[in-house]
Nanobody, 126 residues
Framework: QEQLVESGGDSVQAGGSLRLSCTAS????????MAWFRQAPGKEREGVAS????????YYADSVKGRFTISRDSAKNTVYLQMNNLKPEDTALYYC???????????????????WGQGTQVTVSS
């Protein structure tokens, strides 16, 4: 059974860094796309970054491009999201998701990702 477990969320000050991890069990890690989404209170879920199964293609939302980096370690069945130069507007619950297709063009659609983790909270203070 597919299961995704996120970790690494924390409270940091603006300008700081965090690295989120998502460990997958079952066959989820072998899906064509792994992605990170986030959702702030009162806002829609936003696709932040995705990575192809072969790790040769990535996609980033404009809001995080140049600051966030998605990567994957096949030996550990883990996907990472390195977040640098964090801003208060990055505050959200971050979710890991596994999807059946990878697209180079966004936006990422939650409906393309059938498997989700429970989320990890990131809070950035000014």
């Amino acid at each position: 059974q597919e299961q995704l477990v996120e970790s690494g969320g924390d409270s940091v000050q603006a300008g700081g860094s965090l690295r989120l991890s998502c460990t997958a069990s079952g066959t989820a890690f072998n899906y064509p796309a792994m992605a990170w989404f986030r959702q702030a209170p009162g806002k829609e879920r936003e696709g932040v970054a995705s990575i192809h199964r072969g790790a040769d293609y990535t996609y980033y939302a404009d809001s995080v491009k140049g600051r966030f980096t998605i990567s994957r370690d096949s030996a550990k069945n883990t996907v990472y999201l390195q977040m640098n130069n964090l801003k208060p507007e990055d505050t959200a619950l971050y979710y890991c998701a596994a999807g059946r297709r990878f697209l180079l063009m966004g936006p990422l659609l939650p409906t393309d990702f059938p498997y989700w983790g429970q989320g990890t909270q990131v809070t950035v203070s000014s």
